[in-house]
């Protein structure tokens, strides 16, 4: 079984800072990782993905996250946000293809001019 | 990316109606779909999963005759909220797995909003 769990509700930071949006995640098989992007009265539109090999894998819109096993963590990172970056994010696991993907509380992302 | 389109984007309709939501994949055949609720800021409740060909899996706690789940062809899912009331007002996502690759990556519809009066 899997589960998610994302850290914080909501995030807010300034125009051109880091963003850090935290995940953790729990599956008793290896993982596929996913983070999703919902802006408001939208779909879900991927961000980017782990599945195997390179542990830090880079997304569109300059997002990028790193899978790390020892601390059952997937967290989503960008070096500067942009105020186009406001919105909702999830992250997301899956055992595979035939699992149920499974998604976490998501995160609200702020950005302050 | 693949494309899954959800239509109508919006609907309104009166207590005790039926409305039917289409959910496609228009460059991909997908085997795999699946139904998702989600309520005012909160996170995406799997509803159920259709296969196609076959009857759809529902998750606990979703009323099957309520939430009619049809996969009919391997581009095209609907759901059907029967006898709708206000508390099925919600935002409604589809989604669906292609019939290749092994990523089990998810390609979303853009929603629904239902609005039952």
């Known amino acids: 079984a899997q589960s998610v769990t994302q850290l914080g509700s909501h995030v807010s930071v300034s125009e051109g800072a880091l963003v850090l949006l935290r995940c953790n995640y729990s599956s008793s098989v290896p993982p596929y990782l996913f983070w999703y992007v919902q802006y408001p009265n939208q779909g879900l539109q991927l961000l980017l993905k782990y599945t195997t090999g390179a542990t830090l894998v880079k997304g569109i819109n300059g997002f990028e996250a790193e899978f790390k096993k020892s601390e059952t963590s997937f967290h989503l990172t960008k070096p500067s946000a942009h105020m186009s970056d406001a919105a909702e994010y999830f992250c997301a696991v899956t055992g595979g293809r035939a699992s149920k993907i499974i998604f976490g509380s998501g995160t609200r992302l702020s950005i302050r001019p | 990316g693949a494309v899954v389109s959800q239509h109508p984007s919006r609907v309104i309709c009166k207590s005790g109606t039926s409305v039917k939501i289409e959910c496609r994949s228009l460059?991909?055949?997908?085997?795999?779909m699946f139904w998702y609720r989600q309520f005012p800021k909160k996170s995406l409740m799997l509803m159920a999963t259709s296969n196609e060909g076959s009857k759809a899996t529902y998750e606990q706690g979703v009323e099957k005759d309520k939430f009619l789940i049809n996969h009919a062809s391997l581009t095209l899912s609907t759901l059907t909220v029967t006898s709708a009331h206000p508390e099925d007002s919600s935002f409604y996502i589809c989604?669906?797995?292609?019939?290749?690759?092994?990523?089990?990556?998810?390609?979303f519809g853009e929603g629904s909003r239902l609005t039952v009066l």
């Open positions: 989604s669906a797995r292609g019939t290749s690759g092994r990523t089990g990556e998810l390609f």
């Open positions: 460059d991909f055949q997908a085997t795999t």
